[in-house]
Each structure stands twice: as C-alpha cells, then as structure tokens.
C-alpha cells in the first residue's frame, strides 16, 4: 500500500530527529524546519517501499507529531 508524507511545519521545532534517523527522506531548510525531500513536502509522491522502516521510525521520535502519514496524497495549496 502506498503512503503519503509531510512535515507539518506549524508543529516542527526543528529538533531533527528525523533527519539523523532518516536523512534519506527528510532535512531541515533554511528555518531550521523539517521537510520531506521526495516532493518538496508537497505529500503527493508514495514513498518507495525501501524507506518505510525509516519512515516508520522517524515518524514514532518525533516529538511534536509533526510527521504526518497517510494512504492518500496530501492535497496542499503551493
């Protein structure tokens, strides 16, 4: 099944945990906020099977929940 993930930035503080744990998927910009690299946060590319572990991970230390999941791509303004 595929999934769909961004970074809510209103809710990131930019502790990077998700990056050490996943740097393959996710980096901080230039606020110091979390991204997803596969779409430019846009949460409209299913990510590949192969980073799911990962995903998983980062998703589950990230203190503010942030890291927002689903099975459907994330309808967001640009």
Partial sequence: MARYVT????ECIGCGH?????PD???LDDE???FVT????????PMPEEK???????FEECPTEA????DH???KPK
């Avoid at 998700?18 to 996943?22: F, H, L, P, V």
């Avoid at 890291?67 to 689903?70: D, F, H, S, T």
Wanted: glycine letters at 6%; aromatic letters at 6%; a negative charge.
């Fill in 52 to 58: 799911m572990d990962q995903l998983a991970e980062a």
């Fill in 7 to 10: 970074v809510d930035r209103d």
């Fill in 67 to 70: 890291i927002q999941i689903a």
């Fill in 18 to 22: 998700c990056e050490e744990i996943a």
């Fill in 32 to 34: 110091g906020l979390a």
């Fill in 73 to 75: 791509p994330f309808n």
């Fill in 25 to 27: 998927i996710f980096e």
């Fill in 38 to 45: 596969l779409d430019e946060n846009q949460g409209t590319q």
